[in-house]
């Protein structure tokens, strides 16, 4: 075993706090990458204090990993050492069901593996994330990093950019297509970059003001403050889609009033309570509410290479490993910009 360190949640209601773990000995295929940087994702909140339910702890979260290969099991040939790795969201998956054949494993059928507080595939051994000075995993599920690309900046795009990414994809958002992003937050402002990118006309739609600027500045066409029901009034009907981020609980009917005819809203964030949604908002003008779960691993390498190609990173802010508690603090009042990334020799 490989004896590691990190930040922990003990159970709902403790701050993270250091944490002395194991990892499995290298086995045929898999990679030893030294973390460099991790994003922290507002899932780690959700997780770390179990607002979701089924937190496993001790609780290690971390799923925007980047970092240098430090060794390499006897079979591996996609790295070498000292190559630049990355892992998100998910570490493995059966590989055979229908959804892991088409490249789409965080859909799989049978069982896939979240990076942290799941299960491996032996339905016994317990997954600990990023926030920790290394990581081992399958090459199968580890992402090959542009080199040309701000390391601090990789990060957040492991679960950030591709949960956004691979929605836009999916519904093929481009050009002449108004999209509204809902929530300037980590997802948010990644959905803006790549919206913008893709060419199609984007509002950014925040509860905070003071993020007017930065909208722009990402490449949002418009702004709307959703707390001034005027604003609210005044784009009813407007958009073919919405892209939602917010991780608590909102009113989405005032959201849903806001697609045209035959609009779809993408649901990506996942407050804790349910929202509660009127039907007749939907049936009035043929509207669709759909959801999107991160990305597969064929998908997450397109978005990095995509990515390299465009010279696109997020928006990051450094901190030390200690400061996480107060990252979660400022992240749950809506005031990051636009993603922490711990760095992590400060462990
Ligand atoms: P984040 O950085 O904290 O951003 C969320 C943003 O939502 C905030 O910056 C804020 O933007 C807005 N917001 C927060 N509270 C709000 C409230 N009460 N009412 C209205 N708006 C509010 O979070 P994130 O990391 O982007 O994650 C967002 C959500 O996506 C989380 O629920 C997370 O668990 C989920 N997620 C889902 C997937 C997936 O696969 N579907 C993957 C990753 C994360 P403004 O200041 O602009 O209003
Ligand atoms: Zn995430
Ligand atoms: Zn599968």
Redesign the pocket.
Known sequence: MIPVKGYAAQNPKAPLAPFKFERRELKPHDVLIDIIYCG????D??MARDEWGGAIYPLVPGHEIVGKVNRIGSSVKKFKVGDLAAVG?LVDSCRECSSCKQGLE?YCEVHWVPTYSGYEMDNKTITYGGYSNQIVTDENYVLQVPNNLDRKGIAPLL??GI?TYSPLRHWRVGKGHKIGV???????HMAVKFAASFDAEVT?????NS?QADAKRLGAAHFIN?TDEAQLKKAKGQFDFLLN??????DINSLVALLKLNGTMI?????PEDPSLSVSGLIGKRRTIA????GGIRETQEMLNYCAEKNIVSDVEVIAMKDINMAYER??K???R??FVIDMATL
């Open positions: 922290v994702c507002h899932s909140i959700h969201v965080q679960c950030a949960t809902v929530g300037l937050g980590g997802l948010g950014v739609l925040s509860t905070s993020k959703t981020t917010i991780a608590a609980h909102h649901m990506v964030g996942i407050p959801g999107s779960m991160i992240m749950i809506g005031d990051v636009y993603r």
